[in-house]
């Protein structure tokens, strides 16, 4: 059986936006590239220099870059309607993730802005931990009581 290439339609009129998954892995590196090679002018001593500044990768970044909403890409890297590009998109979220963690391990970048990130947008869930509870004993008996007034002693006694 002949393998079907699969094309990456979206939008209002089903634009086509890739025919074949090399070239959204294309465009995926080259945002991630723009993002590392970012620089910033500073003055120092009153001369200007050039200090690499790479700017933070988001999905919100690299849905734009690659002509997607960010609700479109997050729904096409979760499901497998097209596989080839679930994928690509699949591995560029967890590069995205995986690139916060470090920068705020770090601490480059803010831990409780990463943590929202990752829970809002990988799903993420905080451990929850759970109290210890003192267990309850009970004494569970057969005979019925109820016919016992609270005068009435058992002949045991």
């Known amino acids: 059986m002949a393998h079907k290439k699969q094309k990456l339609c979206l939008g209002v009129n089903d634009t086509l936006l890739f025919t074949d998954s090399n070239v959204l892995k294309e465009k995926i590196d080259e945002y991630f590239l723009e993002c590392d090679s970012r620089m910033l002018i500073k003055t120092v001593d009153g001369k200007k220099i050039k200090i690499n500044y790479p700017r933070p990768y988001t999905l919100e970044g690299l849905a734009v870059h690659i002509g997607l909403t ?77 016919d016992k007034k609270p005068d009435d002693k058992d002949d045991n006694d």
Do not use: D
């Not at 596989?83 to 470090?102: D, G, P, V």
């Not at 943590?115 to 057969?142: C, I």
């Open 70 to 146: 960010t609700v479109a890409l997050l729904k096409l890297s979760r499901s497998g309607a097209y596989s080839h590009f679930h994928n690509i998109l699949k591995w560029a979220r967890q590069c995205i993730a995986a690139r916060h963690i470090e920068e705020a391990l770090m601490s480059r970048y803010n831990a409780n802005m990463v943590k929202f990130l990752l829970v809002n947008h990988e799903s993420y869930v905080e451990r929850q931990e759970l109290a210890a509870v003192t267990p309850v004993s009970m004494m569970v008996t057969t005979s019925s009581t109820s």
